[in-house]
T-cell receptor
Framework: EAQVTQNPRYLITVTGKKLTVTCSQN?????MSWYRQDPGLGLRQIYY???????DKGDVPEGYKVSRKEKRNFPLILESPSPNQTSLYFC???????????FGPGTRLTVL | DAKTTQPPSMDCAEGRAANLPCNHS???????VYWYRQIHSQGPQYIIH???NNETNEMASLIITEDRKSSTLILPHATLRDTAVYYC??????????FGAGTQVVVTP
């Protein structure tokens, strides 16, 4: 089944403890992206990648890192999480930047 | 990057057509218009996209004005399962996407 998977789905952590949210797609898509969603602010793009080893900042990249070492995976790294990074995170992928994006189920992160 | 403006909410009767407007007056010539929807806190779902011409698929129709400054998403026969937040998005040539606040659509029996 074609899908985007994210792990973990739920995570509660403490300030400053490094964490990684994984994202994987099985559709051989070139384009991948991370979003965060907060009440009243909608979905905001964090980082995106148009191909392996090519990443670029979205609207809210501060406090996040990404890597794209292989086509199927696009992990989101929070080196030193803070409470303002408490949010619902979505990973998405598409064949290229012009085509429909397939979204993962979301990761709900709470930073205490 | 172009911004979009949508009404915050609208109601629609089940079985009737739902027409969702979107303004994107600063759109550039090579930017596409995309529509997605999100049910509760699930991942957004793609509906349709277009550049200049009107588009139709099994879910909806997209009507883009000739000057491309606005568009309308049409759900031809709304069902209760179409209750969702609908997002109109304009993409940049660099692949950056900006979601607005969207329109909360409530389909009533």
């Amino acid at each position: 089944e074609a899908q985007v998977t994210q792990n973990p789905r739920y995570l509660i952590t403490v300030t400053g403890k490094k964490l990684t949210v994984t994202c994987s797609q099985n559709m051989n898509h070139e384009y991948m992206s991370w979003y965060r969603q907060d009440p009243g602010l909608g979905l905001r793009q964090i980082y995106y990648s148009m191909n392996v080893e090519v990443t670029d900042k979205g609207d809210v990249p501060e406090g996040y890192k990404v890597s794209r070492k292989e086509k199927r995976n696009f992990p989101l790294i929070l080196e030193s999480p803070s409470p303002n990074q408490t949010s619902l995170y979505f990973c998405a992928s598409s064949f290229d930047r012009y085509n429909e994006q397939f979204f993962g189920p979301g990761t709900r992160l709470t930073v205490l | 990057d172009a911004k979009t403006t949508q009404p915050p909410s609208m109601d629609c009767a089940e079985g009737r057509a739902a027409n969702l407007p979107c303004n994107h007056s600063t759109i550039s010539g090579n930017e596409y218009v995309y529509w997605y929807r999100q049910i509760h806190s699930q991942g957004p779902q793609y509906i349709i996209h277009g550049l200049k011409n009107n588009e139709t698929n099994e879910m909806a129709s997209l009507i883009i004005t000739e000057d491309r400054k606005s568009s309308t998403l049409i759900l031809p026969h709304a069902t209760l399962r179409d209750t969702a937040v609908y997002y109109c998005i304009v993409s940049s040539i660099r692949g950056k996407l900006q979601f607005g606040a969207g329109t909360q659509v409530v389909v009533t029996p």
